[in-house]
């Protein structure tokens, strides 16, 4: 049974950063996205990043990309997500999410928050004005 332990939230003011970790264990097989959502009271969870180990790719999603980058250490079997430029709308509880490519997957959605198979607990990120 995959595992996941997401950890690194805070309180930051506007502008800073943080790096969210995510420890996986538990994966019988080395091809997997690993993915990270996030979620406000009364929406949807959001995807906003995703990273896919057997070709290396990383997704955005807009209100992300260039400020935030996933990135993984096979090593710490940790995936990590660096938050730069932080504004207050970044506010939420963060996800690390996983899913475990089977073969007959040709249209995976990697920002889908339905795809993903495995979830951790959540870390809160708090962005002051």
């Known amino acids: 049974e995959v595992q996941l332990v997401d950890s690194g939230g805070g309180l930051v003011q506007a502008g800073g950063s943080l790096r969210l970790s995510c420890v996986a264990s538990?994966?019988?097989?080395?091809?997997?996205?690993m993915g990270w959502f996030r979620q406000v009271p009364g929406k949807e969870r959001e995807g906003v990043a995703c990273f896919t180990s057997a070709d290396r790719s990383t997704y955005y999603s807009d209100s992300v990309r260039g400020r935030f980058t996933i990135s993984s250490d096979g090593a710490k079997n940790t995936v990590y997500l660096q938050l730069n430029s932080l504004k207050p709308e970044d506010t939420a509880v963060y996800y690390c999410?996983?899913?475990?490519?089977?073969?007959?997957?040709?249209?995976?959605?990697?920002?889908?928050?339905?795809?993903?198979?495995?979830w951790g607990q959540g870390t809160q990120v708090t962005v002051s004005s």
């Open positions: 999410a996983a899913y475990v490519f089977n073969g007959d997957d040709y249209d995976f959605r990697p920002l889908k928050a339905s795809e993903y198979m495995y």
């Open positions: 538990g994966f019988t097989s080395d091809d997997y996205a």
